[in-house]
């Protein structure tokens, strides 16, 4: 069983940067981070795959960088944050036929 633990969010001040891990419990393909803000649908921000290699979709490349410590520990790292990336991020763990996501860690962005 995947298991999928979020940590870092908490109150953050615009145009600060903002820090959070996700460890993974089992094997994975990928792990990825993605956010929901209010009144808006879950989004992508970047998955990692096992290699280390990242996709970003574009919205997300200039700000946003995820990366990894092992297998089972990534890290998401936001630059200049903004009161517009308020809102829970969460940690999305892929295996070979399953999906596993975290409980999700709220990041409240300050103006």
């Known amino acids: 069983q995947v298991q999928v633990v979020e940590s870092g969010g908490g109150l953050v001040q615009a145009g600060g940067s903002l820090n959070l891990s996700c460890v993974v419990s089992g094997s994975t393909i990928s792990i990825g981070w993605y956010r929901q803000v209010p009144g808006k649908e879950r989004e992508l921000i970047a998955p990692i795959l096992n290699n280390g290699r990242a996709n970003y979709p574009e919205s997300m490349k200039e700000r946003f960088t995820i990366s990894r410590a092992n297998a089972n520990t990534v890290y998401l790292r936001a630059k200049t944050v903004k009161t517009e990336d308020t809102g829970v991020y969460y940690c999305?763990?892929?295996?070979?036929?399953?999906?596993?996501w975290g409980q999700g860690t709220q990041v409240t962005v300050s103006s």
């Open positions: 999305n763990a892929k295996a070979a036929w399953t999906s596993h």
